[in-house]
Structure formats: C-alpha cells, structure tokens
C-alpha cells in the first residue's frame, strides 16, 4: 500500500537525468571519484565525512553533486546508513529526483543496507501536510534511482522493496496520528482499518459499542462514556498463505507442532486524551494527546505489510480506540469497572485510562491462547521522564519473550530499555473495594502500570512497550520528523517476522 511520494527504481548504472548525485563519502577513506575533489578539498570547503554530513555542490551537468558523510567505514552499519539516507534525502529537498550509489555503501549485509537506506529516504521526505495550504515545506523529491552494480543488484532490488513496505507503513501510521481528534474518531480509524484490511489482504473485525458492552469489554466502555463519540475495538488477523495446507499435512503426525507461532499485538487507540474528569491542565502541549492512538496505529500498520513481507507467523491484533473526554455522563473517581476478564477496577484517576482499555484487549487476546503478546501503548508520562524521547520502556513477564522484542528494538533502531516488572510494587495498586485501583501513585509509575496490565495477560508470555516518550519528535532529526514518529512500527514488523516460540 503506497503512501509515500517517492518512486524507487534499481539500476546498474547511474542515471544521468537526475538532478541530484547522491555519494556516500567515509570519515577515513579517499573519496569515490565522482565527488571530483580530494579528501582535503573536501576539507577546505568543512566537508570531512561526519555522519549525517552533507555538502551539495553543483556539478558540470547541471546536476548537484551531494556528498553525504557516512562516518567511518567500519561503523556504517544499518542504523548508520538509515540516518546518512536521511540527511540525503533532506540535503535533495528541493529537487525532483535523486540517483544515489548510497545503498550499496556501509558495511553489512547489503539487503539490509539497502532497505536501511530505503527506509531513511522515505522517513525524511514524508510529511503530514494534508491540512496546509502551502505546501513548500514539503519535500520535492518524487523519484529516486538506487545505483547498484553487478551482484549487489538483486539484493539491493529485495532489501530496497522490503525497506518501501515497512517505511509505507510508517508513513501511514505517523498520518493517522498527526490527524486532529475530530478528522479521526474511532468510528473513522476503524473504517480506515477496513479499507487497509481490504488492500492488503488482511481480515478486519469491527466492534461497536453495543458489542462492546455485551462482551463484558468494561474498561472501554468506562472510558467512552464521557464520549458522543462511540467506540470502536478492531480485531486484524493474519495468517501466511498455505498455512492450512502446510498444517494439514503435519496435523496427523503432531497436531500441537503444526499449529503456527502466534504472536497478538494490543494497541491502545485513546483518539484523544483529555484526562476526562481528571482533566489535563491546558497546555498547549497536550495537543500532541492527539496522538494517544499511536500504539493502535503501528499496530495496523504492522498487520498492513504481513502480507507483501511475506510474514511466516500467525499475527493477530486488537485495536482499543475511544476518546476520553470529560462530560455529564463521563466515569468519576470512585467509579468501579469489571473488566473482560472479570476483574474489578476502582477509578483512582480518569486520565490513567490507557490501562483501562488495554486491560479489555489483553483479556481477549489472552482467550486466544497464543503464543506470545505483546502491547504498544503511549501509556505513561512517568516512563517519558525516566527514559526521554528516545528510547521505550519495555516490561513483561516472560525474559525470553522480552528479549525478543529487545532485539527488534535493536535490529530496527527504534531504542527500548528494559524497566523491572517489580511484583513487589503490585500492592500499590490494591484497593479496598475492588481486585485492583487503577493509579498506583506517584513512585515507579510505569511500572504499576505494567503490573496493572499484567493482570489481564492469564500469565501467558507478554511484553509491555511504554511509548510515551518516543511517540512525539519535537523537531526533525534524522529519520525521524517533527510531530507524530509512529515508532514501533518497524520495532512490530521485525517482531511480527522474527517472533519465535521460545
Ligand atoms: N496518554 C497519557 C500518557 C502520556 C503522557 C503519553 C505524555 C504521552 C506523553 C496517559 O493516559 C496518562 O494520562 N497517564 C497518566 C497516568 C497517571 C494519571 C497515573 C500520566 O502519566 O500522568
Ligand atoms: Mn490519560
Ligand atoms: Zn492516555
């Protein structure tokens, strides 16, 4: 599903009606002949090959010449080549089309170099610009020829095809969480939902209030009710095709063996967060509460490139979206909600809702007895103090599930730290009228938290991303833009192809 601007071709050669030459330069070595100067004229015009680095210059073909420093050869790797694709792509803003050697520079499988830098110039190029009228900030870059000779095409062809699915899908889920609250209610994500189930070939369940309410789904009708806005919980399931017939033939000789890894992802889709009856203080800054459903966006992006990826799992997913509003019928402080599993909760505080409609999607995807879950969610402001826009904090009850999503943290560089799953802390959040309340206080915030979510997992292996920090850029860096980053997306997409059983 194509929502980025940018045409991608592989050639063996360079094409000469770009307008802009794009050439990867080292920190510490001699500079490929085509840049036309040496290291120390590079020198004396403060070019020197720094990571990120660009220098554009005009050439003698009425082309620019943009040189983009790598750093030093040996530590190009993938996450390298992602950020000097980036500042590539930013450094060519102004033209329509690039040729660039890029991807087959950097060290490293060439792959997964190329679908690095695939994946860097898209991210810098895309912008949510539907609601401005000038568009001039957007970049112009339309079309773009990786060179790639010989042998390294085919895998450049492979890595550059992977690096456009999974950057589409990003794009996709950074739109849906920039929108306004009102251009994108629940009621719309999940008929957006449907048409990208529909494109990619995925199956889309919607579920509305009155189905909510009769599934006993008590933390998402709690959090709705202060809404006009009704809500809407969207079930997404994959299965790689020929699954049924592979199953089949291994199903006589051990029925257990033949059923696929299932991994199910929870995302929480607050449309806005205004706190309800808790209400947020007015700083503009909770503008970005816009974007409390950015957990359940990267989720659908995630199930939207299964397919063109040719994922070997089962993935399903859950979507929880509702906003949380204030109003005559909205949940109060000393409200108590039975959740899907059962289990009573007794409001402490409105604006800790994101729990709430997690709890119900956990309990559903535990009725499902997978293999593994994990949940994404923009959950705590507690876990953006302790580990900033950078990185996520990620919990769980099972280290070796843990460890996996680390990993994809890793192999994506999208940052998560791991914070303990401290059963000590689990007291906080007793209460004397219910099983549980639904704050923990002000200490290890993320982590009550997590042991609040824990609850509805029937102890089955599952891992908790805390994306409160890194959901937001206040400026573009890298590949990252300002406002929404729609992170995780590419953490679940490696999650969702790596995911083994134990
Ligand atoms: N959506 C917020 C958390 C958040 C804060 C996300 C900043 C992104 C940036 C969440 O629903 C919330 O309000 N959490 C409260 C919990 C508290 C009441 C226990 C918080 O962190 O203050
Ligand atoms: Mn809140
Ligand atoms: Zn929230």
């Keep these: 599903?194509?929502?980025?601007?940018?045409?991608?071709?592989?050639?063996?050669?360079?094409?000469?009606?770009?307008?802009?030459?794009?050439?990867?330069?080292?920190?510490?070595?001699?500079?490929?002949?085509?840049?036309?100067?040496?290291?120390?004229?590079?020198?004396?015009?403060?070019?020197?090959?720094?990571?990120?680095?660009?220098?554009?210059?005009?050439?003698?073909?009425?082309?620019?010449?943009?040189?983009?420093?790598?750093?030093?050869?040996?530590?190009?790797?993938?996450?390298?080549?992602?950020?000097?694709?980036?500042?590539?792509?930013?450094?060519?803003?102004?033209?329509?089309?690039?040729?660039?050697?890029?991807?087959?520079?950097?060290?490293?499988?060439?792959?997964?170099?190329?679908?690095?830098?695939?994946?860097?110039?898209?991210?810098?190029?895309?912008?949510?610009?539907?609601?401005?009228?000038?568009?001039?900030?957007?970049?112009?870059?339309?079309?773009?020829?990786?060179?790639?000779?010989?042998?390294?095409?085919?895998?450049?062809?492979?890595?550059?095809?992977?690096?456009?699915?999974?950057?589409?899908?990003?794009?996709?889920?950074?739109?849906?969480?920039?929108?306004?609250?009102?251009?994108?209610?629940?009621?719309m994500i999940a008929e957006r939902a449907q048409k990208i189930g529909a494109e990619t070939g995925v199956k889309v369940e919607v579920f509305n209030k009155d189905q909510l309410l009769a599934m006993g789904c008590g933390g998402m009708i709690g959090v709705n009710r202060g809404s006009v806005n009704p809500p809407r919980m969207v079930k997404i399931s994959y299965r790689p095709s020929g699954a049924r017939s592979a199953a089949k033939k291994s199903a006589s000789k051990n029925a257990a063996k033949s059923k696929l890894p299932h991994l199910i992802l929870v995302g929480k889709g607050v449309m806005y967060d205004s706190g309800g009856i808790s209400l947020k203080p007015s700083d503009p800054s909770h503008a970005m509460m816009k974007a409390d459903m950015t957990g359940a966006a990267a989720v659908l992006a995630t199930m939207s490139t299964l397919n063109a990826l040719g994922c070997k799992n089962q993935v399903t997913a859950y979507m929880m979206c509702t906003d949380n509003l204030p109003s005559g019928s909205a949940m109060a402080m000393g409200d108590v909600l039975t959740m899907r599993n059962g289990k009573t909760v007794e409001i402490h505080n409105t604006d800790a809702e994101g729990r709430l409609v997690l709890a119900d999607g956990l309990s559903l995807a535990a009725e499902q007895k997978p293999d593994a879950i994990v949940d994404i969610a923009t959950l705590t402001g507690a876990c953006a103090r302790a580990l900033g826009p950078h990185m996520s904090g990620v919990m769980g009850n099972n280290q070796r599930f843990v460890d996996q999503v680390l990993s994809a943290a890793n192999a994506t560089d999208e940052q998560a730290w791991q914070l303990p799953l401290e059963r000590k802390y689990r007291t906080l959040i007793d209460s004397y009228i219910a099983d549980m309340k639904n704050v923990g206080g002000p200490d290890a915030g993320a982590i009550t938290a997590a042991l609040f979510l824990d609850e509805f997992t029937s102890g089955l292996p599952w891992a908790h991303i805390d994306i409160a920090g890194p959901m937001w850029a206040d400026g573009d860096a890298g590949w990252l833009q300002r406002g929404a980053t729609a992170y995780g997306t590419r953490l679940l997409v490696n999650l969702a192809e790596s995911f083994k059983r134990r």
Excluded: W
């Design 1 to 187: 599903m194509k929502t980025n601007q940018i045409t991608f071709k592989v050639a063996k050669i360079a094409d000469s009606t770009a307008k802009a030459i794009g050439i990867a330069v080292a920190s510490d070595s001699a500079p490929a002949k085509e840049v036309g100067m040496t290291r120390e004229q590079l020198s004396d015009l403060g070019f020197d090959g720094k990571l990120g680095q660009t220098l554009v210059l005009p050439n003698s073909k009425k082309q620019l010449t943009i040189v983009v420093g790598i750093g030093e050869a040996a530590k190009a790797n993938a996450d390298a080549m992602r950020n000097a694709a980036a500042a590539l792509a930013r450094a060519s803003a102004k033209v329509v089309s690039l040729s660039t050697s890029l991807a087959t520079a950097g060290r490293g499988d060439r792959a997964t170099i190329a679908q690095a830098v695939t994946e860097g110039l898209i991210l810098a190029t895309h912008r949510y610009d539907a609601l401005k009228s000038d568009k001039k900030a957007t970049s112009k870059l339309k079309s773009v020829t990786l060179v790639a000779p010989g042998a390294t095409n085919p895998a450049v062809t492979n890595g550059s095809k992977r690096g456009e699915i999974i950057a589409d899908a990003v794009c996709l889920a950074r739109d849906l969480a920039n929108m306004p609250p009102a251009h994108l209610t629940a009621k």
